[in-house]
């Protein structure tokens, strides 16, 4: 199977090193974040508590949650558009308040039930070759553990707290929000706990999982120590790498996007 699972806390580099290691492979690329996101998202919209496993289960068992590749709203740094119905939830999905529940909401059994059985359906028909691509990356917290366990190559990437939160407070300044570096650390030490200890799925390292540092070294640096193993692993070639943007790095928008996985889930 050609997939490669990418796993790890908060902010340690899965989205921006899997888009790119999927543009080096011609894999496409899937973050299975989007869709915890986009349950909690639609649990603060209906005005359900988080604490309701019932109602926030079947929420997670119904939500039509679209993904589709960025079209003229590609300028803006998304890596793919999503929908909830017909609302584009991309940007509020990330907000500070979804951040704030989606690891309660991340952490019922009916909500990983719904979406892991989803995310493993889509890796296999992705990764296996009975679709035309290449191949797969798939990135979150258990896609090496529980959702692809068969993925001849698994990734953890971890940075120090810290730093990660530091580069979740870049991020949304530079979307144009309001950010609270000590709200951001606390709130992130906070999520990484609860995804940690978890009965079901924890966040851990998978037993044959390389384990990655990413600070310190950029997300190209990063990539370019997953390629030899993608190549080892999975016996596949690299591209070169993509025109380089104007800060220099090959951030999604610069040279040619990488595929992402579309459709309705
Ligand atoms: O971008 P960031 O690393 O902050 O988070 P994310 O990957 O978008 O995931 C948001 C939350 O969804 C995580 O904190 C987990 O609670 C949950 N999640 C999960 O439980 N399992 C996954 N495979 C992916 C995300």
Redesign the pocket.
């Known amino acids: 199977m050609n997939a490669i699972t990418i796993d790890g ?4 580099g ?2 921006t090193v899997g888009y790119l290691v999927g543009q080096r492979l011609d894999f496409l690329f899937f ?4 869709m ?2 986009a349950v909690a998202w639609a649990i603060l919209d209906r005005g359900i508590d988080s604490a309701d496993i019932g109602a926030v289960g079947r929420v997670a068992g119904q939500l039509p949650i679209g993904v589709k590749a960025p079209g003229a709203d590609a300028g803006d740094g998304r890596q793919a558009t999503i929908h909830v119905g017909g609302v584009d939830v991309t940007w509020s999905i990330r907000s500070p308040r979804v951040d704030s529940i ?2 309660v909401v ?1 952490a019922n059994r009916l909500v990983r039930e719904a979406l892991s059985r989803k995310q493993r359906l889509i890796g296999l028909e992705h990764g296996s070759g009975a679709a035309e691509e290449a191949g797969v990356v798939m ?5 090496g553990t529980v ?1 692809l366990p068969e993925a001849p190559l698994k990734i953890y990437l971890e940075a120090p707290l810290e730093e990660r939160a530091r580069r ?1 407070f870049r991020e949304l300044v530079e979307r144009g929000n309001e950010a609270d570096f000590a709200r951001i650390l606390d709130d992130m030490r906070l ?1 990484d706990q ?2 940690s200890e978890r009965a079901v ?1 924890p966040l851990r390292p998978a037993r044959d999982a390389y384990q990655i540092r990413t600070d310190g070294v950029s997300a190209v640096e990063v990539v370019e120590q997953i390629l030899p193993l993608a190549v080892k692993h999975l016996g596949v070639a690299p591209s070169s790498p993509r025109k380089q943007g104007p800060s220099g790095d090959s951030s999604p928008g610069a040279g040619r996007d990488c595929g992402i996985i579309a459709g309705s889930f």
């Open positions: 806390p908060a902010a340690s899965k989205s973050d299975t974040g989007v915890y996101r989606v690891s991340a990135v979150g917290r258990d896609i959702v979740r999520r609860i995804d799925a």
